[in-house]
């Protein structure tokens, strides 16, 4: 995986001849979460044909995939925090037990809390196709005069493969930039190294997110799934404080002749 991102490889499929993995080496997510699907050709449950389609020439070139990873991604962090909300360590969420206080009104807090323990909600996302991406828009073909020129559109990049590094290399942000964040009531703190690695805590992780996981990690347990560029906050040149993904779109947004 990490040959693939320095390689410039966005899509990487790892198989044995029955089991093929499918990740996304560009996405911005720790390493585990890459994965944007997995199928087995012998079990037909896994819809290996639908899956392993969208590898081929014409749907790459359409970037079906890609809109696929996008509902992939957008699906898997509303089931995140789904289950954040029902989460049966530790207290439910104050928000959810306020929500069915109102809808219940013969129920107390406290009885609410205690049957959210018990209860064990499932949530999952069904395997999502092409039914649920946007069509692809094709352009009529206009001929032209062979002198007239061609303007070839500029290429832009997706949010999700810009890197803190590009960040730092193009003078969007200053290393070592102090990273922070107040959660659950308990103050944050990282920094951004010179090569876009992130540190908290003595530690070093290779995203921003792999390292707010870990930092959630401290006060709530475990490695939650967290995206780094709405999680962490900085102060720009002007002293403003702003959630990283600013410093993100102020790299998309460059002048052309910057880039």
Request: net charge positive.
């Given at each position: 995986m990490?040959?693939?991102?320095?390689?410039?490889?966005?899509?990487?499929?790892?198989?044995?001849?029955?089991e093929y993995r499918i990740y996304n080496s560009h996405a911005t997510v720790p390493v585990e979460e890459?994965?944007?699907?997995?199928?087995?050709?012998s079990d037909a449950s896994t819809k290996p044909a639908e899956t392993l389609a969208l590898l081929s020439k014409s749907q790459m070139k359409d970037r079906q995939i890609n809109r696929m990873w996008d509902v992939h991604f957008v699906d898997r962090q509303v089931q995140s925090a789904l289950h954040l909300l029902f989460?049966?360590?530790?207290?439910?969420?104050?928000?959810?037990?306020?929500?069915?206080?109102?809808?219940?009104?013969?129920?107390?807090?406290?009885?609410?809390?205690?049957?959210?323990?018990?209860?064990?909600?499932?949530?999952?996302?069904?395997?999502?196709?092409?039914?649920?991406?946007?069509?692809?828009?094709?352009?009529?073909?206009?001929k032209r005069s062979p002198k007239q020129p061609v303007a070839l559109p500029q290429k832009t990049k997706a949010a999700s493969q810009v890197s803190l590094q590009q960040l730092v290399t193009a003078g969007i942000v200053s290393a070592p930039l102090a990273l922070f964040k107040k959660y659950k009531g308990v103050e944050l703190k990282a920094t951004v190294l010179e090569n876009g690695t992130v540190e908290f805590d003595g530690r070093v992780y290779d995203s921003c997110s792999t390292a707010g996981a870990y930092a959630r990690g401290t006060v709530v347990g475990g490695a939650p799934s967290t995206n780094g560029w709405s999680f962490w906050k900085y102060h720009d040149s002007n002293g403003v404080a702003r959630v990283l993904d600013f410093a993100r779109q102020a790299y998309l947004q460059r002048p052309a002749d910057e880039c």
């Open positions: 990490g040959y693939a991102s320095v390689a410039g490889v966005e899509w990487v499929v790892l198989t044995d001849g029955d890459k994965l944007f699907r997995s199928v087995t050709v989460a049966r360590e530790g207290e439910p969420d104050p928000s959810l037990v306020r929500l069915l206080e109102k809808r219940i009104d013969a129920l107390k807090a406290g009885e609410i809390k205690a049957s959210l323990r018990r209860i064990d909600v499932q949530v999952s996302c069904p395997l999502t196709l092409e039914a649920d991406a946007a069509p692809v828009q094709r352009k009529r073909s206009v």
